[in-house]
């Protein structure tokens, strides 16, 4: 079956200074991932996807990630937070190998706070 | 609008009470999720609607829990006597085939 585990539930960040939020995943197969971003009262929202192509993935608002086999990981950067970057951020895994549902495996979340 | 929509925003029930759901997909979109997310945590799956096929509802934690989905439209998710532990945020989601799935802002439900 496949996972994903994020590392950090929390994660505190200056203004200016790197991002990086954590997760690894499990998977029989090459999985595909996502990163979502959940905003306070707003819906989710999807930052970038790894569907078996290149292995660093550019997403919106200066995010990537890098699939990473060896490591199982696909960590998400970003060079610079800015204050709107504060949000709830999710790993995510498609569990679609070998049936039809392409339903997504969340991880817990890690919750990005930006200070000034 | 162009997104998928969800309503009501805020359901606040008695314990023991039916409540319904309701989700409006992206128009064309074939498939058709949801999801809940309970307290300080990620999304559960629940329940899958793809075209005319058979739903997966390999996610509903009981019986209590039943959606519909009319043709590749409007679906309801339908909670019976609800419980506490129902409360949480119901999200829908739809795509187009296999493609990104697009999330509505979900409604919270609260269970007195």
């Known amino acids: 079956a496949q996972s994903v585990t994020q590392l950090d539930s929390h994660v505190s960040v200056s203004e200016g200074t790197p991002v990086l939020l954590r997760c690894n995943y499990s998977?029989?197969?090459?999985?595909?991932l996502f990163w979502y971003v959940q905003h306070p009262n707003k819906g989710l929202q999807l930052l970038l996807k790894?569907?078996?192509?290149?292995?660093l993935v550019k997403g919106i608002n200066g995010f990537e990630a890098e699939f990473k086999k060896s490591e199982t990981s696909f960590h998400l950067t970003k060079p610079s937070a800015h204050m709107s970057d504060a949000a709830e951020y999710f790993c995510?895994?498609?569990?679609?190998?070998?049936?039809?549902?392409?339903?997504?495996?969340f991880g817990t979340g890690t919750l990005l706070a930006v200070q000034p | 609008g162009a997104g998928v929509s969800q309503s009501p925003s805020n359901k606040v029930t008695e314990k023991g009470k039916d409540v319904e759901l309701r989700c409006d997909p992206i128009?064309?979109?074939?498939?058709l999720y949801w999801y809940r997310q309970r307290l300080g945590q990620g999304l559960e799956f629940l329940i899958y609607?793809?075209?005319?096929?058979?739903?997966?509802k390999s996610g509903l934690p009981s019986d209590r829990f039943s959606a519909e989905r009319t043709g590749e439209s409007v679906s309801t998710l339908t909670i019976q006597r609800t419980q506490q532990e129902d409360s949480a945020v119901y999200l829908c989601?739809?795509?187009?085939?296999?493609?990104?799935?697009?999330f509505g802002p979900g409604t919270r439900l609260t269970v007195l």
């Open positions: 989601a739809s795509s187009a085939g296999h493609l990104e799935q697009f």
């Open positions: 998977s029989s197969y090459s999985p595909s």
């Open positions: 790894y569907t078996s192509a290149a292995t």
């Open positions: 995510v895994v498609s569990d679609r190998y070998g049936g039809a549902t392409n339903k997504l495996i």
């Open positions: 128009s064309g979109h074939t498939a």
């Open positions: 609607f793809q075209g005319n096929s058979a739903p997966d």
